[in-house]
């Protein structure tokens, strides 16, 4: 026993408390004394060969955490809307991939209702969504970090437009419109609406590269925000900052603490950048308007 207290580093007395404790809770006696010293008693040697197990994984534990803190491992699964899907989501991945390789990402694409309800359902660590300002947004138990802010582009063909800059609203409340996902949608009629008429939506596509080729054939004008605009660019329409129709906000979303696991924390800062060169980055211009 007192052998024990010295590796330990404990009083012997302290040593025996520790035991008669250990042995309430076993239930059984686990040491007895003999001629030849004090030996393990069935009990005794059962709970020794656990301990070692014991022991073990706690210092394998020990061990993952660190290399959680550290970055050289960890799993984060992310969700994010089509246009920020095409052009944060890579950049960020890469950018994480280069600084911590231990790190894996899963990702799939979703528009920001469902990718907050997969957040709520602990289906996913982060969300990347956007809002608009005089759209609802879903009261939910989130925590939110702003990743930036999007202007809004007027879409048309090329041959379609008048030359005069801004279109007067005469003109726009004439067109076909196109119309995007339901929120996107529910914007584009509130903002009409303030200037005075109701948009004549005649096609609905989430797609951007689908709805941009339906402007390009003349089938009518859009608003679309900057991302959508940022990695695709059909070479027949033209896009004219569009004021009136407000901006909207990108977030990124997650549960409340989240944001504290190393892994989680480090791929938000990195869609924090990604979002931030995107939105730095020209847009891509169309084919030369025909005279």
Known sequence: MSSAARQLRLTQSAVSQQLRLLEREAGSPLLVRSTRGIDLTEAGVL??????AISGELSMAT?????????HAGKVRLIAFPSAA??????AI????????????????????????AIQAGEAEIAIVFDYDDVPADELALESESLGVESMFLVHSQESAPDDRPIAQEWLSEQDWIAGC???RQHLVERCRSAGF???VMHESD????????VA????VAVLPRLALTTFRHPSVEARLAGDFGERTVSAVYRPGAEQVPATRALLEQLKAATSLALREPLRPGAPRAR
Request: hydrophobic share 45%; net charge positive.
């Open 63 to 71: 061990e993952e955490l660190a290399s959680l803190a550290n970055l």
């Open 207 to 214: 797609d951007y590269v689908v709805l941009q080729s339906l």
């Open 182 to 184: 339901q929120d996107c």
């Open 86 to 91: 095409s052009s944060v989501v890579p950049v």
């Open 94 to 117: 890469q950018r994480l991939r280069r600084r911590a390789p231990g790190i894996e990402v899963r990702f799939v694409e979703a528009e920001p209702p469902a990718a907050k309800a």
């Open 198 to 200: 109701v948009p004549r």
């Open 217 to 220: 054939h003349g089938l009518g």
């Open 47 to 52: 709970l020794l060969r656990r301990a070692d």
